[in-house]
């Protein structure tokens, strides 16, 4: 995918949304090397995001809530009881809770982030946090990343209980920010996340970090490679 599609968002308001787990905070390179440790093999991070999302889509769908904090060790829990690909179950150390949280306390942010932040802010954009971890997790996260006060607001579903991507965490974004959908562009690094933010209006954009998008889902209005080359095309269509 090139940065820009045939027709870029004209927008009459300049708001962006973000994503925050792997999208602004450095996930793999942070998680990556403690899982591997606790679990003797490759991958094991990937996997453990796959559980964390799976367990927030059933939830969802069935109509119940608990929150990223509550599901970690669930899905730590369950990566040890999967075989993998190297077909090798693994006893869970009785450490291994705290040491990801340890992990997870000290998460960076990726090191465009900051200066593309930085850029769209001086262009005059409105700039929102949302995330599927709670309210005090995602201060703490941003805090540390040294990205918090580079947010107009900080959003988490804790407020509407349900995980994106529901319509209703969509919604809930866009009513704290003051702005109709279609003023809006939602920015991610999962194609899962875009979908639902599509679904609602919005306009969105794909940050190419070490995730593909799939094709059956409406492809991203913009697709860059990090969040300065974001800043330079978002420049151009809210123009």
Same mark, same amino acid.
């Given at each position: 995918m090139s940065s820009s599609v045939p027709e870029q968002p004209k927008l009459s308001a300049k708001v962006c949304v973000f994503d925050v787990n792997e999208t602004c905070l450095d996930y793999l390179g942070?998680?990556?090397? !403690?899982? $591997? /440790?606790? @679990?003797g093999r490759q991958g094991a991070y990937e996997e453990f995001f796959r559980q964390l999302i799976l367990l927030t889509h059933v939830l969802t769908a069935t109509?119940?809530?608990?929150? @990223?904090?509550?599901? !970690?060790?669930? =899905?730590? /829990?369950?990566?040890? =009881?999967?075989?993998?690909?190297?077909? +090798?179950k693994v006893d869970l150390p009785g450490d291994a809770l705290d040491k990801v949280k340890a992990a997870m306390a000290k998460i960076v942010a990726h090191k465009d982030v900051a200066e593309g932040l930085d850029k *769209?802010?001086?262009?005059?954009?409105?700039?929102?946090?949302?995330? &599927?971890?709670?309210?005090? %997790?995602?201060?703490? $996260?941003?805090?540390? =990343?040294?990205?918090?006060?580079? @947010?107009?607001?900080? *959003?988490?579903?804790? =407020? !509407?209980?349900? @995980?994106? #991507?529901? #319509?209703?965490?969509?919604?809930? %974004?866009?009513?704290? %920010?003051?702005?109709? %959908?279609?003023?809006?562009?939602? !920015?991610?690094?999962?194609?899962w996340d875009l979908e639902g933010? +599509?679904?609602?209006?919005? &306009?969105?954009?794909?940050?190419?970090?070490?995730?593909?998008?799939?094709?059956a889902y409406h492809p991203p209005d913009l697709s860059v490679t990090d969040f300065v080359e974001l800043a330079d095309v978002l420049g151009q269509a809210a123009k």
């Open positions: 942070g998680l990556g090397p !403690v899982m $591997q /440790s606790i @679990f109509g119940s809530y608990k929150d @990223f904090a509550t599901l !970690v060790p669930v =899905a730590l /829990s369950q990566v040890a =009881a999967n075989e993998g690909v190297e077909g +090798k *769209l802010r001086a262009q005059g954009w409105r700039l929102y946090a949302f995330s &599927n971890s709670n309210q005090a %997790a995602v201060d703490v $996260q941003l805090k540390q =990343a040294g990205l918090h006060s580079k @947010f107009d607001g900080i *959003l988490s579903v804790d =407020a !509407v209980q349900k @995980f994106k #991507p529901v #319509p209703e965490c969509y919604n809930y %974004a866009l009513k704290q %920010a003051g702005v109709k %959908a279609k003023d809006a562009v939602h !920015v991610a690094t999962h194609d933010a +599509k679904a609602v209006g919005m &306009n969105t954009a794909f940050v190419r970090r070490h995730l593909g998008f799939a094709s």
